[in-house]
């Protein structure tokens, strides 16, 4: 009888371990630099949530926190890195006072777009040269989605010639706006929720803000007749960013079925900002007509296109790793674009012409 | 003492029927329409069972089958209806000798670019719709990748006017080949190994196969001086296709692991696709300089698109889902479209007028 107690004893010390393991629940918090209604961008964060808590059962729970609850929309990063949170959902080029070179894994002016910047991700050596970069901080980045074309702005008054950028009051943040500011723009900062009146009250001639979607939902259609084609952020990659001792305590399956949800979230949330824009943009020409698309003049884009390779030459002369990520980056989106032209770009040529 | 067993007993009897539950192995197979080496199409199978392998730390195994072992390419669909295989990877299009609706799940001529295709299939109710159609074959369908603009063939001669296609003999397959019969072109069916020889002895005049990355490989680049655009598949969906009652018979976790991978797979085979063709047209380019890029000229375009739109809606006259998916997606895709030529063509114009 005693040695059927020990083998039973025996066997429960077998199993048990196994059990607790299975049963090992993971709670992990996810910080967005967006405010929770803020969407397509805030759709990405809970989507992820849920595609890991079904893939484990329940096991593995992410709750996602918005920026209207942690307040520090700009310091996820910080918040990341030091552990208070174990991820983020957010945007590389927010980083770029910590690290510019950070911007290569969201967007340039006339930069690479969304399939273009994925394609150099992927098989360009791109995520490899992220690695580099976001390892200092304790993190790892994952691409983590994108917002696809950004649009050129809201003017009140039509942009004709590079005289007219001269002394015009914009807000315009980000590389875009150092170029702009070389133009002679007066750039300006203001929050958000002041938008709209100091355009309306002309405190501000112009503003860019993201595309039909989230600029609808501002009302900037209703105050500005002329809205610009996007030049400055033709594919803003978002990105997910993990503690890596968080990570690296997760076993090797909860890691791949983290990076697979991340991938297919990623993948959802270019669908879902293209399509949001498309319905905005609809809306916008159906509902307001006098709002007219335009495109900045040729003369107005070459200034840019100058100013934008002064800014970045500027950076790539003081920073080495920057000039080697500038250079890889340039070099296959060179390869790319080509293709994009013959490909894309003919398709749209072409159902333009039999009138679709 | 007798007690204590008891208890022991008991507690083994809730345990062990969990460890089993937790160590039940899956083993599936999935049956591909390509060959293994038809790369990039071949490389999602092999990367979604790897995925899926890691997720469930080698629990859910699935093995890929090449078309070059089962020898039935297109006969995928049966073979995962009838229970042989649980999945599958192939395209929509295959399938419309049994069902012409499937069409839409994969592309038509002037139809949707990949991105846009995506919108309708997540956003627009495309999934909805090819639930309807393939729960009809006892398999559930899941956008499976794509593989962008595909190009509109190898010339021999340039085709200046619409008189240039009357009596041309080109391999076309599919609804480009209907529409090109009814331009007068003598449309064959030929073996893709004896394609190479076929034009280069004049056997035929033309031949459309897939992209850059697939073209190159076949070597027509050596034969045929001119290198036409795309209009006829402007962005082929690839599909998964899972038997339903293998798929039901997983766990709530499994399926979910399985659906997230298609997903993630599903977005890397876009990727995937895209950078191979821009390097193979890179490469084109660099290499044989005696290949023309070519756009067809514009009354040939309109010829197309008018014998396209025939088409289709002698479809859409016999068959009401036809005719109510065809709105559907038509619907849809001028909104997408709209956006597109914003966005996408845009940049596009944009970059080349600064010489990007």
Sequence with gaps: MRKQIILLFA???????MQAQAAKKVHWKLATTWSTTLKPLASSGPKLAKMVEEMTGGNFIIRVVGAEKHKAPLGVLDMVKGGQYEMAHTASYYWKGKDIS?????????????EELAAWNWYGGGNELAEEVFKKFGVYHFPGGNSGVQMGGWFKKEIKTLDDLKGLKMRIPGLAGEVFARLGVNVTNIAPGELYTSLDRGTIDALEWVGPAMDLKMGFQKIAPYYYTGWHEPGPDLEFLVNRKA????????????????RAVAADSLTENFTENALAWDKIKTEYPGV???TFPEPVLQAMKKATDEVLDGYAAKDPEFKNIYESQKAFMKKMRAWSNV??????NTAELVGE
Tied chains: 1, 2.
């Design 11 to 17: 066997a429960l010390l077998l199993i048990l371990p």
């Design 102 to 114: 950070t911007i290569f894994f969201a967007t340039f002016p006339f930069g690479m777009l969304a």
């Design 247 to 262: 990570m690296n305590s997760l076993s090797p399956e909860y890691q791949a079925i983290l990076k697979t949800a991340i």
């Design 292 to 294: 007219h698309l335009k």
């Design 343 to 348: 490909s894309t770009g003919e398709v749209l």
